[in-house]
């Protein structure tokens, strides 16, 4: 990271911290604020590890309440949307394990559909979209989750590991398989790479 992008990120830390102060002193507006700027693509995000848009916006309620109550106690390591990703996530795959409890979480398939417009364009110059959402609907659920945090979130690599719960290291491995699956994918080359991954 250049010293720029350095104090950028520094400057974006800040900027949260303060909008938290004012957050956690009950301000309305400052909160509002912090929806208006995460809730679109966290929202985003969880519906496409759960596979349901009204789920999503439960989940992403239930995250944004979880803010709230705990402004008070915010620290500022990192950006409030990181933070939301990670609580999001969790409680996203708390839903997937209560769904199919009887199934390893890591080998869940068809439990996503991304349902923004057309952002896959920005991974794949692709003419048909549907076949990228019919590709990510036949990846297991950590490969698409790493696939929207990497080209569809606008998170740093350090952020989107965090969000996932793994080192940078395990996150760029996972990201890789997960690319060359859906590359394979799209060619009509479907891949017998079985998700496996071990914290590094």
């Given at each position: 990271?250049?010293e ?30 912090v ?23 439960e ?39 209560r ?16 349902e ?53 290291h395990a ?30």
């Open positions: 990271m250049s720029i992008d350095e104090k950028a990120a520094a400057d974006a830390v800040r900027s949260d911290e303060a909008l938290m102060r004012a957050v956690a002193d009950g301000d309305g507006e400052a909160f509002g604020r929806i208006a700027a995460e809730a679109p693509r966290l929202t985003r995000f969880v519906a496409a590890v759960l596979g349901d848009l009204s789920e999503a916006e989940v992403v309620q239930e995250a944004l309440i979880r803010l709230w109550r705990n402004a008070e106690a915010w620290e500022p390591r990192g950006r409030i949307g990181t933070w939301l990703h990670r609580v999001a996530y969790r409680l996203s795959i708390d839903r997937l394990r769904r199919r409890p009887h199934i390893d979480i890591d080998e869940l398939e068809n439990v996503l559909e991304d923004a417009p057309t952002p896959e364009r920005q991974l794949v110059r692709v003419e048909d979209v549907r076949l990228v959402h019919e590709a990510l609907d036949r990846m297991p659920d950590r490969q698409r989750a790493v696939i929207v945090l990497a080209h569809f979130q606008e998170l740093s690599q350090a952020e989107a590991s965090a969000v996932m719960g793994m080192s940078q996150y760029e491995s996972l990201l890789a398989r997960a690319r060359r699956r859906l590359r394979g994918m799209l060619a009509g080359e479907e891949t017998g790479d079985r998700e496996e991954w071990t914290e590094s």
